[in-house]
């Protein structure tokens, strides 16, 4: 058990609607970032957070967003859902922000319909 | 962007045999790192590597950084039916914050 956790583990919209899933990070972890894993593919890399600023992203548009908060928690926040935003969305906290060494939480399993 | 290819795709192994599988890579990597999923849950961190020809073992793992950067394997000896997942290798070279992810081998152990 990595000391990530997530909820909730498993949800479904309907498209145009907005989600939020949220996340604790391990103790001492600083660094929060968040990664969509489609089915059958690797996780691929949403955006990160250090000190509660976006600190690095990937090519998700803008209605992909996030929030971290002083405690080093953080949310993710998708408007205007697509289908094709079906996924498990993992966040991963990371004792510093320049290491690859990533503690996974279980992920939310997110369905649109 | 940075492509990490992993190969085999998927592979069906007995009880007891030994496993090898690799990442490789168009770039030149710092660091190579291999993960393991198992269904419905997060991916573990199995080993991290940061120096090529470095040979790092983890139990019945090892794995190693290949000497041009741009590749590296993962062998599981012995396997047992609890190295059933998907195994993926990972970097952050391409800039600190993303880590990239290959694009998986899924392993099956036959008892």
């Known amino acids: 058990e990595t000391g990530v956790t997530q909820s909730p583990t498993h949800l479904i919209k309907t498209r145009g609607q907005q989600v939020t899933l949220r996340c604790s990070s391990q103790s001492g972890h600083n660094t929060v970032s968040w990664y969509q894993q489609a089915l059958g593919q690797g996780p691929q890399f949403i955006f990160q957070y250090y000190r509660e600023e976006e600190n690095g992203r990937g090519n998700f548009p803008p209605r992909f967003s996030g929030l971290q908060f002083p405690n080093y928690s953080s949310e993710l926040n998708v408007n205007a859902l697509e289908l094709d935003d079906s996924a498990l969305y993992l966040c991963?906290?990371?004792?510093?922000?320049?290491?690859?060494?990533?503690?996974f939480g279980e992920g939310s399993r997110l369905t649109v319909l | 962007g940075q492509q990490l290819n992993q190969s085999p795709q998927s592979m069906f192994i007995q009880e007891g045999e030994d496993v090898s599988m690799n990442c490789t890579s168009s770039?030149?990597?710092?660091?190579w790192l291999w993960y393991k999923q198992d269904p419905g849950e997060g991916p573990v961190l199995l080993i991290a590597l940061y120096k090529a020809g470095e040979l790092t073992s983890n139990g019945r793992l090892t794995a190693q950084f290949g000497i041009t950067r741009k590749d590296s394997f993962l062998n599981i000896s012995a396997s047992i039916p609890s190295d059933v997942g998907i195994y993926f290798c990972a970097s952050n070279s391409g800039g600190y914050q993303k880590v990239t992810f290959g694009t998986g081998t899924k392993l099956q152990v036959i008892p």
């Open positions: 991963a906290s990371r004792m510093y922000r320049e290491t690859g060494e990533l503690f």
């Open positions: 770039s030149i990597f710092n660091t």
